[in-house]
């Protein structure tokens, strides 16, 4: 439902549903509420973060979150599982349907444990892992030595030869594949704008036995939608993803398998009883309902107009002569340079940015000479804007705003003008209630 509620000085249509909260726990709902109203004001920029429709909240906060349901469906190991069943069967067809996959586990709780389990599942340890480095736009559990996979796994990485063309060297990678025979290969990424080139990383796993293996966290909406490559129509094994971001799911995770049903009875060991316990059927429902929305064929209409409306910012961008990495974008998401284009850290600019209502996070570029937590670049892309119905000519009137909060990072009075001026634009596209 939707009420009016007061929002700072001024009273607007913010989405509430949240009464028995506000009844029960005035300080919650507060705090929930809060959170509403930020949500409606500014734009989320966050190429992870997304919004759900109405039906995928009400999924979340059914009465499946009060049922234990150990194992998998027809294998329980408690009572009263007849509906538990039903809707994670649903889920998992209609995973199979979107992506093309034979199989199927969605209990993982998120991405990271969904690597994990395939990890623990098709590894031992001290086997040797390829995967892209963190700099260059991997994934913390590609092998950063900060994770715990990192302890248990030899992990080597790959790098982007070029940031200027976002291309890698294959010829190098192989040689290094050859060299070090990692038992698996993970290809994907969580900040690269290009699209990536499954064929050629899955011609080298081929050629050394390795396990394919592609994360594809960032872009399975894409994917899904047939706007991008899929990696299992390459000849990668697994497909690992979060189930939020470009998919407008619940947060969660899934691992998909291309055909191997000895593969998957091992990654279902893996996730339960390995790494988690009971799953959570009511992410599972929302999941359930987000799949269905993605099989709807306004989807594919929604994953194009993303990416259309990444690119109508990047071209902002270059035309201002701000550096983005790979000088562009294939997908959803842009990565720039703020330390060579602004002369400001990446941390200053997402604080700026966060002042004045726009939402994204720092991130290292190839090459940083910067640490993690004040690194040269930013991330930002057009899931959560797009969904909320934003065009080009409002993707690039965002895009100039950007670029003059950063361009005069001392200008109190210009952040205040923009900060009005972008929560204009953003309440001009509400958050849908459905999809569908």
């Not at 913390?140 to 890698?168: C, Q, R, V």
């Not at 291309?258 to 799953?279: C, Y």
């Not at 929302?286 to 194009?304: H, R, T």
């Not at 909320?388 to 003059?404: P, V």
Request: charged residues 20%; aromatic residues 8%.
């Amino acid at each position: 439902m939707e009420t009016n509620q007061q929002a700072g000085n001024n009273t607007e249509k913010v989405y509430d549903a949240y009464a028995y909260v506000k009844k029960q726990d005035a300080e919650v709902y507060e705090i929930l509420h809060g959170e509403e109203v930020r949500q409606y004001e500014g734009l989320e920029l966050i190429p992870s973060e997304n919004y759900v429709s109405h039906a995928v909240r009400e999924a979340l906060a059914s009465g499946m979150t009060n049922k234990y349901s150990e194992g998998y469906p027809g294998r329980r190991y408690y009572g009263g599982q007849e509906y538990t069943d039903q809707i994670e069967v649903l889920a998992i067809e209609r995973a199979k349907n979107l992506f093309g996959a034979k199989y199927a586990n969605v209990q993982p709780l998120s991405g990271a444990p969904a690597n994990m389990a395939v990890y623990a599942a098709l590894l031992k340890p001290g086997d040797t892992v390829m995967g892209l480095s963190l700099p260059h736009g991997g994934h913390l559990t590609h092998g950063h030595p900060a994770t715990f996979p990192a302890k248990m796994y030899n992990f080597i990485d790959y790098e982007i030869a070029d940031p200027e063309m976002g291309t890698f060297d294959m010829k190098a990678i192989r040689e290094k594949a050859l060299k070090e025979k990692p038992k698996m290969i993970i290809a994907g990424f969580s900040a690269y704008t290009r699209e990536f080139p499954w064929g050629d990383f899955a011609k080298i796993g081929q050629e050394i036995g390795a396990i394919m293996m592609a994360d594809v966290a960032h872009i399975a909406g894409l994917i899904a939608a047939e706007v991008i490559a899929n990696p299992m129509t390459h000849g990668f094994d697994i497909m690992t993803t979060t189930t939020h971001k470009t998919l407008r799911g619940p947060r969660g995770g899934m691992i998909l398998v291309r055909d191997s049903e000895k593969m998957f009875k091992k990654i279902n060991k893996a996730v339960f009883p390995g790494l988690q316990g009971g799953p959570h059927m009511h992410q599972i429902a929302g999941k359930a309902v987000a799949f269905g929305e993605a099989l709807d064929p306004s989807f594919k209409i929604y994953a194009q107009q993303v990416i259309t409306n990444a690119r109508s910012m990047a071209e902002i961008f270059k035309k201002e002569e701000v550096r983005m990495i790979a000088g562009g974008t294939d997908n959803h998401m842009l990565l720039v340079n703020v330390w060579t284009s602004f002369n400001i850290a990446g941390k200053q600019a997402q604080e700026l940015l966060d002042t004045v209502g726009i939402t994204l996070n720092m991130n290292m570029i190839p090459g940083d000479t910067r640490t993690a937590m004040d690194p040269s670049g930013i991330r930002f892309g057009t899931p959560a804007i797009t969904t909320r119905g934003f065009d080009e000519d409002a993707c690039k009137e965002l895009a100039q705003m950007m670029i003059e909060v950063l361009r005069n990072p001392d200008d109190e009075s210009l952040h205040a003008d923009v900060k009005n001026r972008l929560r204009a634009l953003a309440t001009s596209f509400p958050i849908p209630e459905t999809f569908v």
